[in-house]
């Protein structure tokens, strides 16, 4: 008879510990069926009682599946993990910027349409929808239904705002005529061209193209239409720059909240001057900006001043990574396509980092 070692009784205990672990998350629910599971039935009810079909609800809450690896997920999300110089690469490569200049040019009428009507640059726009989904090559391969399920009933914190997203989804489902088991998007329940989630769908998709549908899954048109007036909507001020370069000392400085990019500009230049940050001489001394400091590689420290535009990207995504990779693609596409980033001061376009 062979004899463990203590490394393989080590070894074979976690595994033990796992797939008792394993076999609880499984227990939470196979599905959510409001026959068997109270939340699920108290959503019916408050749903039906705004008008949705009660035997449609308990169809479609009946068919979700609990889904352990949404919840692991949510924990790694690239902007928790990754630095500036590796978020960066993800977004800014030669295909993603081609095929941005490619979406434009495909959709020239409509990117032309919602820059007139909401003030948002077509390059910001594509940006946003090339961060997202690759320009809509890439929406999500999870079930809606069951990652929302999973998070409205599961999560260990945010349970109540995503049982807000999960009646949302329902609503667009039912309106829709959509059957929920078939939509698909990201593990957090973002959804479409755009990766909007059910309640922003709700609140800032637009029927861009007239047919009647507000359609964020097949219709890029809706799409492009749908991110402008969410910008529009967040307070996008046309024509206004979205950020500032800005050198700076070897390590950013005390005293100074950088990457605060959940808070509107709060820090005034003089301050950010006084430190030895080198502010636009064209802002005034007590003009709010919204500092950012990114480390290019492990000696150098890149800083930047977000304006108001820079704080409206950060709605769609509360990182300042990602604004700030949203803003680079932008510039990107709009290099591609020969245009000026007229986004930005010209003082800044001679200071961008290099690709």
């Known amino acids: 008879m062979m004899v463990s070692s203590p490394q393989q009784k080590r070894w074979m205990a976690w595994l033990a510990g796992a797939l008792l672990t394993c076999a609880a998350s499984a227990g939470l629910a196979t599905d959510f069926d409001p026959q068997h599971h109270r939340e699920s039935r108290r959503l019916v009810e408050e749903l039906a009682a705004t008008g949705i079909d009660r035997d449609w609800l308990q169809a479609a809450l009946a068919d979700a599946e609990f889904r352990q690896p949404v919840l692991e997920a949510m924990a790694g999300a690239a902007e928790r993990r990754l630095t500036w110089h590796e978020y960066r690469a993800i977004f800014l490569d030669a295909p993603r910027i081609a095929h941005g200049v490619a979406f434009i040019e495909a959709h020239s009428a409509a990117f032309a349409r919602a820059e007139a009507e909401y003030g948002v ?3 910001v726009i594509a940006a946003i929808i090339g961060v997202e989904t690759r320009y809509g090559e890439v929406t999500g391969r999870h079930r809606v239904l069951d990652s929302l399920a999973t ?105 100074i909240d950088f990457n605060g990019a959940a808070q509107l500009p709060a820090v005034p230049a003089a301050q950010l001057a006084a430190a030895g940050l080198e502010v636009p001489a064209s802002l005034a001394d007590d003009h709010r900006l919204l500092p950012v400091a990114l480390k290019a590689d492990e000696n150098t420290w890149r800083y930047v001043l977000g304006e108001h535009n820079f704080y409206v990207i950060t ?41």
């Open 121 to 123: 640059p077509p390059e």
């Open 151 to 255: 998070l409205a009933f599961h999560h260990p914190s945010r349970s109540r705002f995503f049982r807000e997203e999960l009646a949302a989804f329902l609503q667009i489902a039912f309106e829709q005529q959509r059957s929920p088991g078939s939509l698909r998007g990201s593990y957090a329940g973002a959804m479409g061209y755009p990766q909007f989630i059910p309640t922003s769908y709700r609140a800032y998709a637009v029927d861009f193209d007239g047919d009647g549908l507000r359609d964020l899954w097949s219709n890029p048109v809706d799409a492009i239409g749908s991110v402008a007036n969410y910008f529009a909507e967040h307070g996008w001020l046309a024509g206004e720059p979205i950020y500032h370069e800005a050198a700076g000392p070897a390590t950013p400085p005390n005293g």
């Open 315 to 355: 709605r769609y995504n509360h990182s300042h990574l990602y604004a700030m990779a949203v803003s680079e693609l932008a510039e990107a596409i709009a290099a591609a396509r020969g245009r000026q980033a007229h986004w930005l001061d010209a003082a800044d376009t001679s200071s961008q980092e290099g690709s």
